[in-house]
C-alpha cells in the first residue's frame, strides 16, 4: 500500500479489530460497541487501516457496500495523537480510489463534525434530504442485554 507520510502506511489487507474497537467503543455513534459486532462488521465490510511504526493502527474506516451500487463510509477515525498531518485525507482518498468502490450510483456518510474533511472528496450535503428515511437506535450498545 502506499506510504503516507515517513512512518506511515495503510493497507487494506492488515485490520487489528481490537485496535478499532478500542476506539469504537467511546466513539459517539457506537458507544459501547461489542468486539464481537466490531470483528463481524469488519469481516463484511471494505476496510482500511492507517498503521504507524511501531505503534500499530491508528486509524481506520470501513465501507458497507455491495460494490457495485452503493456505499456508505462510517467508523473513520485517527487517534488524537496522530491528528493534523493529513492522515484521514490519505485514508479516504485511498477508499475513494478502491476498484470496487468505482462508478457507484450512491456513497454516502453520516457526520456530526466533520463535513470539510469530506467535502474536501466531494461529499456534499443530501440534495433530497425529504427522501431519505433512517430508523436510528443511539445508545443500542449501552443498553443490558435480556434476561436469558
Do not use: N
Request: glycine share 8%; proline share 5%.
Amino acid at each position: 500500500m502506499k506510504a503516507l507520510l515517513a512512518g506511515y502506511r495503510l493497507s487494506f489487507d492488515e485490520i487489528d479489530a481490537a485496535a478499532a474497537h478500542a476506539f469504537l467503543t467511546t466513539a459517539y455513534w457506537c458507544e459501547g460497541i461489542p468486539p464481537a459486532t466490531v470483528e463481524r462488521a469488519i469481516a463484511h465490510s471494505l476496510c482500511i487501516a492507517l498503521h504507524a511504526e511501531g505503534q500499530g493502527q491508528v486509524g481506520f474506516a470501513r465501507v458497507v457496500t455491495d460494490r457495485t451500487t452503493f456505499a456508505y463510509l462510517c467508523d473513520v477515525y485517527v487517534l488524537e495523537g496522530h491528528r493534523g498531518q493529513g492522515l484521514a485525507d490519505g485514508m479516504i482518498q485511498a477508499l475513494l480510489a478502491h476498484p470496487d468502490l468505482q462508478d457507484l450510483r450512491r456513497f454516502m456518510l453520516f457526520t456530526r463534525d466533520a463535513h470539510r474533511l469530506y467535502a474536501r472528496h466531494g461529499f456534499q450535503p443530501l440534495a433530497t434530504p425529504d427522501r431519505g428515511m433512517e430508523i436510528v437506535r443511539p445508545g443500542l450498545y449501552l443498553k443490558s442485554p435480556p434476561d436469558a
